[in-house]
């Protein structure tokens, strides 16, 4: 049997146009997929069965579900602090009960945007988000901007599927419809594909946006002679093919949102694309990296009234990164206890937060082995979702769509473990109480 | 088989010519019935004001332009915040309030159903997981198509029954209710970053008009029998002099016969289109013309779009007119284009009494329900949250009830918009029975929601219901105006659909609402050249699978499905 129409659960990209074939519930080939994706699908190092263990230098010994779930509760119900962190590889159905579970214990709830694009929620806060579909930037643009991205290697089908390679309707010369423009420190693959690439010192986009932003703004005279490494006819020439753009899109990746300035950079990166707007029609988009991560974002917002880094231990929500994200929150050690689902703190973090969670109880909820596993006190396997599992994930650009199940499998779901754990956490509580 | 009765009612109830009489209503499974038992749970009324639950046929509650704007304004949903409770999910905002606000807020004055105004078809899955996720109220969403490349094609071709086709699988694809065009045209334009400026200023690159777009699209809907006429957010959206515009996109749709008992074309949030001066510095309000307009003629219904001075979001499928909203006020600026379909825009604004144009803007919403004189006619909306959020109905309901409190909100304007408006020669009052008209009948008579069992108390509708803390008799609206918006916003009770939902404007109970859509068969040879070009649509400029795109059942647990057919 061929599946057709598959979601692939890798990057915000979201492809949906991946068949796959199943035979005797085995994935047996996967077509249209990127090597990640494909990657993703086959899965590796599952997790076998719930494990515990007392002390996180000991070895972990298989439980049963019930015990597993009962003692994440007992922990995440006794917990002053809890973290309840990941979220972005799973689907909005969990999230949401990701959202209650917060509530009911009073923790905080925040996603891997925290350490990947959380600064570009900071610089909508700040000035708003020009942006569109991936279609829109499809059929129309003619200007193309990677800036501190590398799609070649994160978001391998990106080009072909949405932004360089492919024709649309007013681009329908695919690759020659298009000017690329790669802004990076280092000449990437995706430079190595690009019309123009600008290589701008580490640490000072920042500055090489105001001097685009003089430039646009008719004050070329008060830009410096070099900015960021980047000579200022350099700058007067790309300026022009961004005022020159009937559509100008501009992708923007981590090289931006984790490099000096952070939420700084991205606010001044929307601030040219809007005042672009005064010349042709100019668009930006962060290339989000977990293919559900925009979900995360999406339902904590209609949740709490907040993207991420929320707050619950008042009975509200209460958001103020820099004081309610993982990080600020595990190295000031506050966290006494850590729920790590769908995203993989262990391997991201880091050391001084790392070091806390070495020191309080972590449970990770995963279908696979990761780098939290190996802090983990408590793990907990569930189905892969968009694999095993349907359900709702986000595209990069917001458009929600429904990932199918290819294959059926005995592991519950996150939705259901969450479920299990809410209603004991309301068991203890309410005895307690 | 839960009964109620309702004892000692004052009840208005405009659909079935009820006006104030004291009365009992029965209630039997959730619907209003002639008598019930002994057994019943008995509410004592006590000759309290009685409306059937309040109706919301335009406001902005659910889907990606209100994540946006949510997710935009942090400052906004760190105010209205409410704990959590045994009962309730925390709230959060004002203009742009999380999930549970929403269906809570409309809960506790009374509402207990709500229609999204705007849903991109591509983006429907998304409004639908919130409006899932809105508790308590009954929903359900208008679709866009007045920029839409199969819509625009299928015109420019001259092929009605194919237009009908895309329409019906457009309804069906985002599990919408009724075709909401919004600044026809302009979307596809501002993807270039241009805009339409008037009915018969062609769209680039698809060769059609406003004006064709509007009346192809009206005759559509009544051929397809639709419940609701098309709604219509006009060209030209904030621009002065743009009342011409206005009436002339009322003219365009005169002679189309409405093939249902209501209008055949609905046009929305005046206010923002009836702006006379050919600039800001000499705009005046044009109201009055409007309002005469719709006092000779009787194919068309309008809503305020009621601005409330303070804090407010703006949302709205009008692109062009966001950018130059954020661009103007130096505000931030939200911008979110749908290959194919539509464009969108967010931007946070201030209403201020001390600035002449919202002064202005305040009374315009105000003049055109007072200056209309058939209460029918204009409903009762802030156009959530682009006026105002919903929450002040109650203000808006008093200043229509008092021309006092209306003294009083004028005393607070700059008097540089004294002499641009109309406002202070209205002697105008509205009474308990217009305004039942105006925040319930008249909008379940427009969406086509009254056979559905909205917005009336009759045998058989909907045991959705308002108990207010006002007794008619004894209170004089006309100066005793704080009492009665207190007593508007938040009910003695609420009931929906048989069940106590709310009491003194606590929230009692959370049951899920049902999401109403239409499904429209079109059983001709449009069918098949709609699907060849859908389809070439899809494999060429669509980046999502056709097989991906539609919203599936899941996203709708509660449906009610109004099946009709394309004649």
Not at chain 1, 18 to 29: F, H, I, P, S
Not at chain 1, 328 to 352: S, V
Not at chain 2, 298 to 318: E, K
Not at chain 2, 538 to 550: C, E, K, L, P, T
Request: glycine fraction near 10%; aromatic fraction near 8%; proline fraction near 4%.
């Amino acid at each position: 049997m061929i599946i057709k129409d598959v979601l692939c659960p890798f990057c915000g990209c979201l492809c949906d146009d991946l068949a796959v074939k199943v035979e005797n519930n085995k994935v047996v080939d996967i077509m249209h997929a990127c090597k990640i994706g494909e990657s993703k699908i086959r899965g590796h190092d599952r997790i076998k069965a719930p494990m515990m263990r007392d002390n996180k230098n000991s070895e972990f010994r298989e439980v049963s579900y019930d015990e597993a779930i009962n003692e994440s509760a007992r922990i995440l119900a006794n917990s002053r602090r809890p973290l309840l962190y990941g979220w972005a590889s799973g689907l909005c159905e969990m999230m949401k009960k990701g959202v209650l579970l917060t509530e009911e214990v009073g923790g905080i709830i925040d996603n891997t945007a925290s350490v990947c694009h959380g600064p570009s929620a900071l610089g909508v806060h700040e000035k708003g988000l020009p942006t569109g579909t991936l279609g829109q930037f499809a059929n129309r643009a003619d200007v193309v901007v990677f800036w501190g991205c590398n799609p070649v290697h994160a978001h391998p089908r990106h080009m072909g599927r949405y932004s360089v390679f492919n024709k649309g309707f007013f681009t329908n010369k695919g690759r020659r419809s298009r000017k690329v423009v790669v802004f990076d420190v280092r000449k990437t693959d995706t430079a190595n594909l690009a019309d123009e690439y600008v290589q701008v010192n580490p640490g000072e986009d920042y500055m090489v946006l105001s001097a685009l932003r003089a430039i646009v703004a008719g004050r070329v005279d008060v830009v410096p002679d070099t900015v960021g490494g980047i000579s200022r006819e350099k700058l007067v020439e790309v300026a022009e093919t961004l005022k020159g753009a009937k559509f100008g899109i501009v992708y923007f990746g981590m090289g931006l949102t984790q490099s000096r300035g952070k939420y700084k950079n991205i606010d001044n990166a929307v601030s040219l694309v809007t005042e672009l707007n005064a010349h042709g029609k100019h668009s930006i988009i962060p290339m989000r990296g977990h293919y559900n991560v925009t979900g995360f974002g999406n339902v904590c917002a209609w949740e709490t009234g907040f993207v991420n880094a929320v707050d619950m231990s008042r009975g509200y929500p209460y958001y103020n990164p820099g004081e309610t994200c993982s990080n600020d929150l595990l190295m000031r050690e506050e966290i006494d206890a850590a729920f790590i689902i769908a995203g993989d703190a262990g391997a991201h973090f880091p050391a001084q937060s790392i070091a806390r969670m070495g020191k309080v109880p972590v449970i990770n909820i995963d279908p696979f082995h990761s780098a939290t596993t190996e802090m983990a006190n408590i793990v907990i396997p569930t189905k892969v979702s968009g694999v095993e599992l349907e359900g709702t994930a986000y595209r990069m650009d917001g458009v929600s769509l429904r990932m199918r199940k290819l294959v059926d499998v005995d592991f519950p779901s996150d939705e259901e473990v969450l479920d299990k754990i809410i209603a004991k956490v309301r068991e203890i509580k309410g005895a307690s109480s | 088989m839960s009964e109620m009765l309702i004892k000692n009612a004052t009840v208005y109830d405009p659909i079935n010519g009820v006006n104030g009489d004291l009365m009992d209503i029965a209630v039997k499974d959730g619907k209003i019935v002639d008598s019930v038992g002994n057994s019943a749970q008995t509410i004592d009324a006590g000759g309290r004001l009685v409306y059937p639950g309040g109706v919301d046929a335009h406001t902005h509650i659910a889907g990606s332009k209100v994540n946006v704007g949510r997710i935009m304004r942090p400052e906004d949903s760190r105010t209205g915040i409410k704990p959590r409770t045994a009962i309730t999910r925390p709230y959060t905002g004002y203009t742009v309030p999380n999930v549970y606000a929403m269906g809570y807020r409309y809960a506790e004055m009374g509402y207990t159903t709500a229609f999204e105004a705007a849903i991109p078809i591509m983006k429907a899955r998304h409004t639908h997981e919130e409006l899932e996720e809105i508790p308590i109220i009954d929903k359900g969403g208008l679709t866009l198509f007045g920029s839409n490349w199969m819509v625009m094609d299928a015109i420019r071709e001259d092929d009605q029954d194919r237009l009908a086709a895309y329409v019906a699988w457009g309804l069906l694809a985002s599990r919408g209710w009724g075709v909401k065009v919004v600044n026809p045209g302009g979307g596809e334009a501002w993807g270039f970053g241009k805009n339409v400026s008037g009915l018969d200023d062609p769209v680039p690159n698809f060769e059609v008009t406003p004006r064709q777009i509007i009346r192809n699209l009206a005759e559509v809907n009544e051929k397809m029998n639709l419940p609701h006429s098309i709604h219509l957010h006009c060209n030209n959206l904030g621009v002065p002099g743009n009342y011409e515009t206005t009436l002339a996109s009322f003219d365009i749709c005169k002679d189309i016969k409405s093939r249902r008992d209501r209008q055949s074309l609905h046009v929305t949030h005046v206010m923002f289109n009836s702006l006379g001066g050919n600039h800001w510095g000499d705009f005046v309000s044009k109201t009055d013309v409007i309002a005469d307009y719709l006092n000779k003629n009787d194919f068309l219904t309008i809503d305020m779009g009621q601005m409330i001075f303070g804090s407010a979001t703006t949302m709205t499928a009008d692109g062009p007119v966001q950018y130059r909203n954020s661009t103007t006020f130096k505000a931030r600026w939200g911008n979110g284009d749908v290959e194919l379909e539509d464009v969108s825009g967010v931007t946070p604004l201030y209403y201020s009494p001390q600035v002449y144009f919202y002064g202005v803007m305040w009374a315009m919403g105000l003049e055109l329900a007072l200056l209309t004189k058939d209460p029918w006619k204009v409903l009762l909306t802030t156009d959530h949250p682009n006026g105002g959020p919903y929450e002040n109905y109650p203000e808006a309901m008093t200043l229509l009830m008092s021309k006092k409190k209306r003294e009083e909100a004028i005393a607070k304007i700059t008097e540089k918009a004294y002499d641009r408006w109309h406002i202070t020669g209205i002697e105008r009052e509205l009474d308990w029975y217009d305004i039942a008209i105006k925040t319930r009948a008249a909008h379940a008579k427009v969406l086509g929601l009254v056979e559905q069992g909205k917005g009336h108390l009759g045998t058989g509708a909907d045991a959705d219901i308002a108990i207010y803390d006002i007794k008619p008799d004894e209170t004089d609206a006309t100066i005793e105006y704080d009492k009665v918006k207190a007593g508007f916003r938040r009910s003695a009770y609420t009931i929906k659909g048989g069940e106590v939902v709310a009491r003194d404007g606590t929230i009692t109970a959370t049951p899920k609402g049902r999401t109403f859509w239409v499904r429209t068969t079109v059983d001709n040879d449009g069918y098949g050249r709609m699907m060849d070009d859908l389809k070439f649509k899809f494999r060429n400029y669509y980046s999502v699978n056709m097989g991906n795109y539609m919203v599936q059942n899941e996203y709708v647990e509660h449906p009610v499905v109004l099946e009709t057919e394309y004649q």
